[in-house]
């Protein structure tokens, strides 16, 4: 009953393909410019500092692999890392799984 109504009602003042489609875009652009600034930009800067920290590793520097190893480096070439895990004990590791590059005893003891 009041259905074929409203589709009967047209707005007059309206011009079409005017500022009606640029007030309708006007969210979705403000939308994605949050986005970008609170979650995209804030993501690629934290890879890019991952990736210059990781490009950095040298020997002796104390790592952590994305395995949760923790090790020392003994060894850089490109894309491979030896690590020692233990007192004689290497691993190979490729060198962009690893996670972290720590300060050595930074960490406080977990018995402590």
């Given at each position: ?24 875009l ?22 890019k500092?991952?990736r ?26 490109d ?17 962009s799984?690893?996670?972290?590059v ?11």
């Amino acid at each position: 009953m009041f259905i074929p109504t409203a589709f009967a009602q047209t707005s007059g003042a309206a011009a079409p393909g005017g500022a009606g489609f640029l007030v309708q875009l006007l969210p979705l652009v403000l939308i994605f410019a949050v986005f970008y600034f609170l979650l995209i930009r804030p993501q690629q800067k934290k890879m890019k500092e991952h990736r210059t920290t990781i490009e950095a590793v040298k020997k002796g520097d104390q790592v952590i692999t994305a395995g949760g190893m923790v090790g020392k480096v003994l060894r850089v070439d490109d894309s491979y890392v030896d690590v020692e895990i233990a007192q004689g004990v290497k691993v190979k590791v490729v060198k962009s799984t690893l996670s972290d590059v720590v300060q050595p005893g930074s960490a406080k003891p977990a018995n402590d």
